[in-house]
C-alpha cells in the first residue's frame, strides 16, 4: 500500500513538472513558430506520448521550474552541455539505429563531435534530415584536404552535387569491415554483406569470379585506386599502371626480368619492351574473370 502510495506520488509530481508544450509558445514564439514542421512535432500532433516524450520537453525535460523562474539553469540548455550529455540526450531516443552504427566508437564519437555539431534541430536550412548545413558543406567545414581532392582531374563528382559523402560513409560510425583484415574502417559504410560501398554502384567489380584476384577481396578496391580523386585515369594511385602492378609483383621468381638467356625465365614480361609496360591491354579483366586465370578475358 505505501508502495503504491508513493509511486502515485511520484507520478503526479513529476507530472506537474511537465508543462506541455504550449506553455513555451508565450515566450519561445520564434521556436514555436516553426516547429510544427520539425519531425520532432509528431510527439505533439499524435498526443499519444508519456509528458517526457511529447514536444519541447522531450529534449528540454520538465518546464514547470524555468517558467516560474525563466533562465538557463532552470531548463536543459544544449548550449551549457557537454558533448558526452547531448549524446546521452538524443540517444536515449535514437539509440537503436544509431547503435548498428557503432556510434558510441565512432571517430566522431572518440573526438567529441556529436548530433549539435552536424544537426540543428531549430535552424536547419535544409529540407532533410535536419542538418546544420548542406551535406557536402558540412562535412567541408571540417575536412577541407578532403575538399581539394574532390577537385582533382578525376573524382568521383561530389563537388558537382552528383554524390555525396553518405554513399560511402556513415557519419554516425560504422563496423570494422571484412576487407583490408579489418583494419582501419575510416567510417566506410558498407553494402550488403558486409561488402566494401564501392559495390552499391560498381557491383560488376567483385564478382563472384570464378578466377578472382584475390586482392580486390583482400586488400580492398583502395589497393589500387584513390576513393576520392586522384591525378591519375581511373582514379589509380599511381600515374603509370606497371607500377602499381609491380608493387605486388615484384620480381619474385623470374618475374619482369629480360628473357633472354636463362632456360627457366619465361620470355614474356621482359619490363624493356614497352609491349609489357601496359600490363592491362593483356590483362584486360583486371577485377577477376570468370573464364581465365590470368584475367586475359
Ligand atoms: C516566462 C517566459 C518563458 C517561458 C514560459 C519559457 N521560457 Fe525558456 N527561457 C526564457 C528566457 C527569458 C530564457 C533566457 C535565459 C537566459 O538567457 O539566461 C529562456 C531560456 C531557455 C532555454 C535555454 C536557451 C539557451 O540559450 O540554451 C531553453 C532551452 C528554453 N528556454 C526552453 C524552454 C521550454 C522548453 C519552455 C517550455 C517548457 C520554456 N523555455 C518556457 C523564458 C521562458
Ligand atoms: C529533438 C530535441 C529538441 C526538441 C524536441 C526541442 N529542442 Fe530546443 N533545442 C534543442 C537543441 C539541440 C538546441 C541547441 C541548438 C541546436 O542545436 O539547434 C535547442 C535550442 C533551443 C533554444 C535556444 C535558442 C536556439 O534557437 O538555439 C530554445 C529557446 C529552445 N531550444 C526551445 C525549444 C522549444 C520551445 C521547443 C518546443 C517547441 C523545443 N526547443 C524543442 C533540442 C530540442
Ligand atoms: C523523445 C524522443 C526523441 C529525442 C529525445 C530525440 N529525438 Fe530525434 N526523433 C524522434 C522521433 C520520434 C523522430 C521522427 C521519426 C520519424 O519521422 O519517424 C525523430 C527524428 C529525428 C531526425 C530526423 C530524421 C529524418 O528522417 O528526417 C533527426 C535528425 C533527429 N531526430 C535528431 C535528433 C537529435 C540530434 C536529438 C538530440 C538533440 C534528438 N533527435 C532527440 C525522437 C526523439
Ligand atoms: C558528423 C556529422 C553527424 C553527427 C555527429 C551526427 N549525425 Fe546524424 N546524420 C548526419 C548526416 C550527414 C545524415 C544524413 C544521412 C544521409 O543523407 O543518408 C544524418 C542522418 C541522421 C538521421 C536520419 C537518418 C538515419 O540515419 O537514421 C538521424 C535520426 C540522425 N542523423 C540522428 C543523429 C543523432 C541522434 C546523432 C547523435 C547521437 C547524430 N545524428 C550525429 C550527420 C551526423
Ligand atoms: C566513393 C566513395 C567515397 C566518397 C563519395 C567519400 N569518401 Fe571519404 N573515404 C572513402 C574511402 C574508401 C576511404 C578510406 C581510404 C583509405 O583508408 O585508404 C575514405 C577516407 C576518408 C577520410 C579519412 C582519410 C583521409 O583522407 O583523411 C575522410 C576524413 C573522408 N574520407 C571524408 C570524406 C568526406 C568529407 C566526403 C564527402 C565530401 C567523402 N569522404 C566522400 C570513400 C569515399
Ligand atoms: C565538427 C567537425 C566535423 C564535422 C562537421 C565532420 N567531421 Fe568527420 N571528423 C572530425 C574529426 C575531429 C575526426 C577525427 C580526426 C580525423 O580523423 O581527422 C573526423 C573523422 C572523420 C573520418 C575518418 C574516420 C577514421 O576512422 O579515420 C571520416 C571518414 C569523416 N570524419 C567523415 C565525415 C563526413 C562524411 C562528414 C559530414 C557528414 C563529417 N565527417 C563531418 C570532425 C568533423
Ligand atoms: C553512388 C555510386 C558510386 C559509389 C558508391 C562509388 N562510385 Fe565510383 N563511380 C561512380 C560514377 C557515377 C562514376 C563515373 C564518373 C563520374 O561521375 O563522372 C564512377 C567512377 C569511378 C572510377 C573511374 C572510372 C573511369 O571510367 O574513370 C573508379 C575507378 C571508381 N569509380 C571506383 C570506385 C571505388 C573504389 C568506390 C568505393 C570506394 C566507388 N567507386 C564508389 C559511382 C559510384
Ligand atoms: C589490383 C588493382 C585493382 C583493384 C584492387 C581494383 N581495381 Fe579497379 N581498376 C584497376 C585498373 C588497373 C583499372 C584500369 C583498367 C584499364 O585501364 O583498362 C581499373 C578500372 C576500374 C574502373 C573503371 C573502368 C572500368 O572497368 O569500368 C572502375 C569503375 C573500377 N576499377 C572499380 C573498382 C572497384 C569498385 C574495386 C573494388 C571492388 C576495384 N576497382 C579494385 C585496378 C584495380
Ligand atoms: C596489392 C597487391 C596486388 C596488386 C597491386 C596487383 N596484384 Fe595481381 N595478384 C595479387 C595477388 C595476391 C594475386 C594472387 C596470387 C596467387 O594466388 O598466387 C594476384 C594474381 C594476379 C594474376 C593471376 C595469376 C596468378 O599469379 O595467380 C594476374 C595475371 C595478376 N595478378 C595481374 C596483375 C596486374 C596486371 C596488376 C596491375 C594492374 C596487379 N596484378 C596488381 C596481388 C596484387
Ligand atoms: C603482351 C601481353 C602481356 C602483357 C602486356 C602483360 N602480360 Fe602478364 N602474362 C601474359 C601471359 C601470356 C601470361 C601467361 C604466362 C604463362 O603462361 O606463364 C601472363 C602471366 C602473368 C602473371 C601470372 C604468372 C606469373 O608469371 O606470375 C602475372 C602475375 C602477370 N602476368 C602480371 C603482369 C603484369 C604486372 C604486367 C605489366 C607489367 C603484365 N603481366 C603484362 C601476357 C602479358
Redesign the pocket.
Known amino acids: 500500500m505505501r508502495v503504491v502510495l508513493l509511486l502515485l506520488a511520484a507520478l503526479s509530481l513529476s507530472a506537474q513538472n511537465y508543462i506541455g508544450s504550449n506553455a513555451c509558445k508565450v515566450c519561445h514564439a520564434d521556436v514555436w513558430k516553426n516547429f510544427y514542421k520539425?519531425?520532432?512535432f509528431?510527439?505533439i500532433a499524435s498526443g499519444k506520448?508519456e509528458p517526457?516524450?511529447?514536444g519541447c520537453e522531450?529534449?528540454h525535460g520538465p518546464g514547470q521550474a524555468h517558467a516560474k523562474l525563466p533562465s538557463k539553469s532552470t531548463i536543459v540548455a544544449?548550449s551549457e552541455l557537454k558533448s558526452k550529455q547531448?549524446l546521452d540526450?538524443?540517444?536515449?531516443?535514437?539509440n537503436e539505429a544509431l547503435s548498428r552504427a557503432n556510434i558510441r566508437r565512432s571517430s566522431h564519437t572518440l573526438n567529441d563531435v556529436v548530433?549539435?555539431n552536424?544537426?540543428s534541430?531549430h535552424k536547419s536550412p535544409v529540407p532533410?534530415?535536419?542538418?546544420a548545413r548542406n551535406q557536402t558543406d558540412l562535412c567541408y567545414t571540417c575536412h577541407q584536404n578532403v575538399r581539394s581532392q574532390f577537385s582533382m582531374p578525376f573524382k568521383h563528382r561530389v563537388n558537382e552535387g552528383f554524390m555525396s559523402c553518405t554513399d560511402c560513409h556513415n557519419p554516425h560510425g560504422g563496423f570494422a569491415p571484412t576487407w583490408r583484415m579489418a583494419s582501419r574502417p575510416r567510417m566506410v559504410d558498407q553494402a550488403l554483406a558486409n561488402e566494401e560501398p564501392c559495390l552499391k554502384c560498381h557491383s560488376e567489380k567483385r564478382g563472384p569470379f570464378v578466377f578472382e584476384h584475390a586482392t580486390v577481396r583482400v586488400d580492398g578496391c583502395e589497393g589500387c585506386h584513390q576513393p576520392h580523386g586522384s591525378m591519375n585515369s581511373r582514379l589509380l594511385r599511381r600515374p603509370v599502371v606497371f607500377t602499381l602492378c609491380l608493387e605486388c609483383h615484384n620480381g619474385a621468381g623470374n618475374f619482369g626480368r629480360q628473357g633472354a638467356g636463362v632456360a627457366t625465365q619465361t620470355p614474356t614480361h621482359n619490363m624493356a619492351d614497352p609491349r609489357y609496360q601496359n600490363c592491362t591491354t593483356c590483362h584486360v579483366r583486371i577485377h577477376g574473370s570468370n573464364s581465365d586465370p590470368f584475367f586475359f578475358r
Open positions: 520539425n519531425p520532432h509528431k510527439s506520448e517526457k516524450n511529447t522531450s529534449c544544449f547531448v540526450a538524443c540517444l536515449r531516443c535514437h548530433c549539435s552536424c544537426h534541430i532533410k534530415f535536419l542538418l
